[in-house]
């Protein structure tokens, strides 16, 4: 429920990365501000600022979105996961789950800047399409301008992520690292 904060700012919840998290946004916050600046997550990367670049991709309701076309208003009550919570924490440290590590193995990523919103367009894309052609892939990614890597190794990365996981459901085992 939204409480007015003494002026035109409102308070609004979303579970972010599976918790509830509250913070306040106007009218015209963009989602992608409301998370970096008012939550603190900032994983999620701004570029082009309209819907260009993919730079701000951030899953809501497990769906890929550029949150600099969404309003934070727009995702009260529900789940938007970003970057952080791809990881898992293993004690003290963030264990990196198996597509963060299949782009490290492929050096798919060199200064980063695009990446976290790649990886969860490439979240979204293989929980939708668990067996898909490079072809596949590579229209998926056509959606996000990195400037420094080269897209060859983002592609073997995402291809490699996703024979795993097959063999791996082949197998019974559900993880994902
Ligand atoms: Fe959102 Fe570029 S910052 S698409
Ligand atoms: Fe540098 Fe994509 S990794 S722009």
């Not at 260009?52 to 899953?59: F, R, S």
């Given at each position: 429920?939204?409480?007015?904060?003494?002026?035109?700012?409102?308070?609004?919840?979303?579970?972010?990365n599976g918790k509830a998290r509250t913070g306040a946004c106007d009218s015209r916050t963009l989602l992608v501000d409301f998370l970096r600046h008012e939550l603190g997550a900032t994983g999620t990367h701004v570029g082009c600022e309209h819907g260009?670049?993919?730079?701000?991709?951030?899953?809501v309701e497990g769906v890929a979105v550029r949150s600099c076309l969404m309003l934070a208003a727009q995702a009260e009550d529900l789940r938007v996961d970003t970057v952080e919570g791809l990881a898992r924490a293993e004690g003290l440290e963030a264990v990196m789950n198996d597509l963060q590590a299949a782009f490290k193995r492929h050096h798919a990523l060199q200064c980063g800047f695009c990446t976290p919103g790649i990886l969860m367009t490439?979240?979204?894309?293989?929980a939708r399409v668990p067996d898909p052609t490079?072809?596949?892939?590579?229209e998926t990614l056509s959606g996000?301008?990195?400037?420094?890597?080269?897209?060859?190794?983002?592609?073997?990365?995402?291809l490699e992520t996703a024979r795993a996981r097959l063999a791996r459901h082949s197998r019974g085992d559900t993880g994902n690292a």
């Open positions: 429920m939204r409480t007015l904060d003494g002026g035109d700012r409102e308070y609004i919840v979303i579970h972010l260009v670049c993919g730079a701000c991709t951030v899953l490439c979240s979204d894309f293989l490079e072809q596949q892939v590579r996000h301008l990195c400037r420094c890597t080269g897209y060859t190794n983002i592609v073997r990365a995402v």
